[in-house]
Nanobody, 115 residues
Framework: QVQLVESGGGLVQAGGSLRLSCAAS????????MGWYRQAPGKQRELVAR???????NYGDSVKGRFTISRDNAKKTWWLQMNSLKPEDTAVYYC?????????WGQGTQVTVSS
């Protein structure tokens, strides 16, 4: 069993910054891909950012240049630095981890950006 726990969400004014963290625990082998997704009310879950072992990060078009994903393989932790936040970034943010053919998800953390 694998558990992913997000932290760092909250309320911030437009233009501000937040840093989300995701820590993995349990029976963990190689995490091929670590990622962040988000889901706003009434919308589908969408990719925010993901990073693979030895690969370059990928970002959703709406966050390019503002968000940065990073990881520490030894600590089984990854982060999402969010700068220049906009009200449209308001959503529940989920981290995920891909190990082999299995994808694990965190419980989500709310990010609210006020105008």
């Amino acid at each position: 069993q694998v558990q992913l726990v997000e932290s760092g969400g909250g309320l911030v004014q437009a233009g501000g910054s937040l840093r989300l963290s995701c820590a993995a625990s349990g029976i963990i082998f190689n995490i091929n891909t670590m990622g962040w997704y988000r889901q706003a009310p009434g919308k589908q879950r969408e990719l925010v950012a993901r990073i693979t072992i030895g690969g370059s990060p990928n970002y959703g078009d709406s966050v390019k240049g503002r968000f940065t994903i990073s990881r520490d393989n030894a600590k089984k932790t990854w982060w999402l630095q969010m700068n220049s936040l906009k009200p449209e970034d308001t959503a529940v943010y989920y981290c995920n981890a891909v190990m082999g053919v299995t994808t694990w998800w965190g419980q989500g953390t709310q990010v609210t950006v006020s105008s």
